[in-house]
C-alpha cells in the first residue's frame, strides 16, 4: 500500500495489481476525488495516509477517508452515528455497518455541486472531535474467536488495523469466523482477511 500521499491520486492505493495502470479506479474518479480532497484540507483537516487511502484528522481523531471502486467514488465518516445527517445523503457501507457513513458519488461533477453541504459535514465532524464526543459504545460486546485473538497478538499491523475498524466491520468478521466449526477453517479465513482488514473493510465487503 501506498505511504505518500500523491501517489493515491497519480497511481492509486496500492492494493491491487490496477496501481499505476490506466484501469485504476482512481483515473476514473480523479476529478470528484480532487475535488473532494480541495474541500477536505479547506477545512483546515489534516491530510495523511492510512490503510493505502487519503484520510482527513483533527483534534487526534479520524474524520473522513476517499475511497475509489469501478462503479462509485467515496468520502467516508468516522463516528457517523454523531452526525445529524439534515439532507439525508449518507448511505449504508454494508449490512454490518453500525450506521449510515459515506456519501456516494457516481459522477465527478457531484462533488463541486455538493461543496457546501460536504464542509458543513466535516465541520460538524470535526467539532465533535474537539470536543471529544464519541458515539455510544454498542453494549453488544463482540466475541472473537480464539483464533483471531491469537493473530492480533502476534500481528501488530494486523491488530492496529482490526481495532481501526468500525465496530461493525469487526463484528462481521467475528460473525463470519464463529460460523466456521475447525479451527483450520477459521485460521485459512484470518489468512484470507488480513488484507482486507489492512485495507479498512468488513468481511463482506470488496
Given at each position: 500500500m501506498i505511504t505518500d500521499i500523491e501517489d493515491y491520486f497519480t497511481k492509486g492505493c496500492g492494493r491491487c495489481a490496477r496501481f499505476g495502470t490506466p484501469e485504476c479506479s482512481t483515473h476514473a474518479w480523479a476529478q470528484g476525488l480532487a475535488e473532494l480532497r480541495r474541500i477536505c484540507r479547506s477545512t483546515g483537516l489534516e491530510?495523511?495516509?492510512?490503510?493505502?487511502?487519503?484520510?482527513?484528522?483533527?483534534?487526534?481523531?479520524?474524520?473522513?477517508?476517499?475511497?475509489?471502486?469501478?462503479?462509485?467514488?467515496?468520502?467516508?465518516?468516522?463516528?457517523?452515528?454523531?452526525?445529524?445527517?439534515?439532507?439525508?445523503?449518507?448511505?449504508?457501507?454494508?449490512?454490518?455497518?453500525?450506521?449510515?457513513?459515506?456519501?456516494?458519488?457516481?459522477?465527478?461533477?457531484?462533488?463541486?455541486?455538493?461543496?457546501?453541504?460536504?464542509?458543513?459535514?466535516?465541520?460538524?465532524?470535526?467539532?465533535?472531535?474537539?470536543?471529544?464526543?464519541?458515539?455510544?459504545?454498542?453494549?453488544?460486546?463482540?466475541?472473537?474467536?480464539?483464533?483471531?485473538?491469537?493473530?492480533?497478538?502476534?500481528?501488530?499491523?494486523?491488530?492496529?488495523?482490526?481495532?481501526?475498524?468500525t465496530p461493525g466491520r469487526q463484528k462481521s468478521y467475528a460473525i463470519n469466523l464463529n460460523s466456521a466449526k475447525k479451527p483450520a477453517t477459521r485460521i485459512a479465513r484470518i489468512l484470507k482477511f488480513r488484507g482486507k482488514i489492512l485495507a479498512g473493510k468488513g468481511a463482506q465487503e470488496r
Open positions: 491530510e495523511t495516509v492510512k490503510w493505502g487511502h487519503p484520510c482527513y484528522v483533527h483534534a487526534g481523531r479520524n474524520i473522513a477517508i476517499l475511497g475509489a471502486f469501478r462503479g462509485d467514488f467515496r468520502l467516508s465518516f468516522f463516528n457517523a452515528a454523531l452526525l445529524s445527517d439534515s439532507e439525508a445523503v449518507l448511505e449504508w457501507q454494508g449490512a454490518n455497518t453500525r450506521s449510515p457513513d459515506m456519501i456516494r458519488f457516481t459522477d465527478n461533477g457531484q462533488v463541486a455541486a455538493m461543496a457546501s453541504l460536504i464542509r458543513a459535514y466535516l465541520q460538524e465532524a470535526a467539532g465533535y472531535a474537539e470536543k471529544g464526543i464519541k458515539p455510544p459504545k454498542d453494549d453488544q460486546e463482540i466475541d472473537l474467536p480464539d483464533e483471531l485473538i491469537e493473530a492480533l497478538d502476534t500481528d501488530p499491523e494486523l491488530a492496529d488495523a482490526f481495532h481501526a475498524l
